[in-house]
């Protein structure tokens, strides 16, 4: 074990430098997506104990509300919550197990100074399968989100259609080039730890 940085120059530097802002992009979505389903499941919360006890004050719902958890725990409360029974708790748990890919193993290439391009490309083609787990949970939650906040307009179909294209894009624009496409509906994440 030695440094994570070396006075050897990376075989492919341009390369490297695509993977970890991808890596960075993919790590803001992962982290936007607990927070969604925190914020989700906490305006759950409030519901609950206001219907519970209408004349509760602010402070004392907000007392009343369980801590937010992890994202594991998160979605664990959210299955069992009311609102829980009609979301998709499948897609949601697939973007977790993306999200802790991405969080834990985004980045786990090895040393930058000996990574060569097929290993680098091949982490890459994972990383692109957990963000694509990822993007469907966070388009989900996103929707709850966008009712809780407006719930008056309609949901934005066109945006909601294209999110996961999107994302992949916007994620993967240095890299696309290079990778394979995915096949059609291929969302499967690789193994990642519990979260």
Not at 4 to 18: G, N, Y
Not at 71 to 78: D, E, K, V
Not at 140 to 149: M, N, P, R, T, V
Not at 150 to 176: G, H, K, M, N, S
Request: aromatic share 6%; glycine share 6%; with cysteine.
């Amino acid at each position: 074990m030695g440094w994570s940085l070396s006075r050897f120059t990376p075989p492919h530097p341009e390369l490297l430098d695509a993977l970890f802002l991808a890596v960075g992009r993919a790590l803001h979505l992962a982290n936007a997506y607990e927070d969604k389903c925190q914020y989700v499941l906490r305006i759950g919360n409030l519901v609950t104990a206001r219907e519970a006890d209408p004349v509760l004050t602010l402070d004392e719902l907000i007392a009343a509300t369980p801590a937010d958890k992890m994202l594991g725990g998160t979605l664990h409360s959210l299955a069992n919550h009311p609102m829980g029974v009609t979301m998709d708790m499948d897609t949601l748990h697939k973007a977790r197990e993306g999200r802790n890919f991405i969080a834990h193993e985004g980045a786990s290439i090895g040393y930058i100074w000996s990574a060569r391009l097929e290993l680098i490309l091949q982490h890459t083609v994972k990383l692109r399968a957990a963000v694509a787990d990822l993007a469907a949970g966070d388009n989900l939650i996103s929707q709850w989100c966008h009712g809780l906040e407006e719930p008056r307009a309609p949901q934005p179909t066109e945006w909601i259609a294209a999110y996961p294209e999107l994302v992949d894009r916007w994620v993967f624009a240095d890299l696309l080039a290079l990778l394979p496409e995915p096949a059609q509906g291929e969302t499967d994440s690789p193994d990642a730890s519990a979260g």
